[in-house]
Structure formats: structure tokens, C-alpha cells
Nanobody, 117 residues
Framework: QVQLVESGGGLVQPGGSLRLSCAASGSIFGTNAIAWFRQAPGNERELVADITNEGSTKYADSVKGRFAISRDGAKNTVYLQMNDLKPEDTAVYYC???????????WGQGTQVTVSS
């Protein structure tokens, strides 16, 4: 089993910054990437960013230039640095990974990010 735990969410003002963390533990062998998704009330869950084991990154167009994803291999932790936050970024942010070895998806519990003046 893989456990993903997000942290770092909170209330920030527009233009502010926040860093989210996703700590992975358990049987993470066989995974090839970790991704951040977000879901706002009434909206579908959308992919925000992902990072592969090799370090390649991709971003949704809506966050390019503002968000940065990175990983700390020693602690099996993935970060999402969010800058120039906008009210439209308000959502619950979820960490996700997929084990191709086990054929399973894993999700964290989510962390709330609220951007409001």
C-alpha cells in the first residue's frame, strides 16, 4: 500500500505564495510519477502538475509560470510551490500517484487552498 499525505494548505491573499507538500510512504516501488490535482466546488478535478521519477515536469496552462513542482528523493516528498496566487486557484489540492507494478491509483486526503483578500 502507498500512503500520500498533503500539507501546507491555508488562506492566502491574491498575489501571495504557498508551498504544498506531499509525503509518500509505503510500497512506492513501481511508481513513475507524482501529480498534483485540484478540485473546486462545482468543477471537475483537474491536473495541475506532475513530475516523473526522472525529474521531467509538466504544468497546466493555467499555472505555467506561477507554479513549480519538485521532489525530494531522500524523503519521498513532492512539493508544489505556488506563486502569484489568484482567487481562481482556490480548491482542494490532491496528491496522486499510480503504481504500474500493482495497477493501482493512490490519492492523498487533500489540502484546502483558499485565495481571498
Amino acid at each position: 500500500q502507498v500512503q500520500l499525505v498533503e500539507s501546507g494548505g491555508g488562506l492566502v491573499q491574491p498575489g501571495g505564495s504557498l508551498r504544498l507538500s506531499c509525503a509518500a510512504s509505503g510500497s512506492i516501488f513501481g511508481t513513475n510519477a507524482i501529480a498534483w490535482f485540484r478540485q473546486a466546488p462545482g468543477n471537475e478535478r483537474e491536473l495541475v502538475a506532475d513530475i516523473t521519477n526522472e525529474g521531467s515536469t509538466k504544468y497546466a496552462d493555467s499555472v505555467k509560470g506561477r507554479f513549480a513542482i519538485s521532489r525530494d528523493g531522500a524523503k519521498n516528498t513532492v512539493y508544489l510551490q505556488m506563486n502569484d496566487l489568484k482567487p481562481e486557484d482556490t480548491a482542494v489540492y490532491y496528491c496522486h500517484t499510480y503504481s504500474y507494478a500493482l495497477g493501482k491509483n493512490y490519492w492523498g486526503q487533500g489540502t484546502q487552498v483558499t485565495v481571498s483578500s
